[in-house]
């Protein structure tokens, strides 16, 4: 059974980065789509970023892209997200996720398409 583990976060200053990992266990990760997801207190949980099994393609919400970068290392079973000039509004918990055979939901970054989820990790971005 496939185990995520998000580390990396923290509090960090306005302007600011982190790299957030996903590290696997129990199964590789090459055969799935993995993302990102995250949910700031009083809000439902959104969809930050998503990687294809396939092709390694990458798909962003809007808020975040040119900022954030998703990438996999199937070699560390590890999937990261660089996260560079921080806003107080990235403020939330972070998720990853995964799941087989998941395209439209990895490119629509919808939640309900990913079965297995990690237990998140906070990013505080505060001055």
């Known amino acids: 059974q496939l185990q995520l583990v998000e580390s990396g976060g923290g509090l960090v200053q306005p302007g600011g980065s982190l790299r957030l990992s996903c590290a696997a266990s129990?199964?590789?990760?090459?055969?799935?789509?993995i993302g990102w997801f995250r949910q700031a207190p009083g809000k439902e949980r959104e969809g930050v970023s998503c990687?294809?099994?396939?092709?390694?393609?990458?798909y962003y919400t809007d808020s975040v892209k040119g900022r954030f970068t998703i990438s996999r290392d199937n070699a560390k079973n590890t999937v990261y997200l660089q996260m560079n000039s921080l806003k107080p509004e990235d403020t939330a918990v972070y998720y990853c996720?995964?799941?087989?055979?998941?395209?439209?939901?990895?490119?629509?970054?919808?939640?309900?398409?990913?079965?297995?989820w990690g237990q998140g990790t906070q990013v505080t971005v505060s001055s």
């Open positions: 996720a995964a799941d087989y055979g998941i395209s439209w939901y990895c490119v629509n970054l919808v939640t309900m398409g990913f079965a297995s």
């Open positions: 990687i294809s099994s396939s092709d390694g393609s990458t």
């Open positions: 129990g199964s590789t990760l090459d055969d799935y789509f």
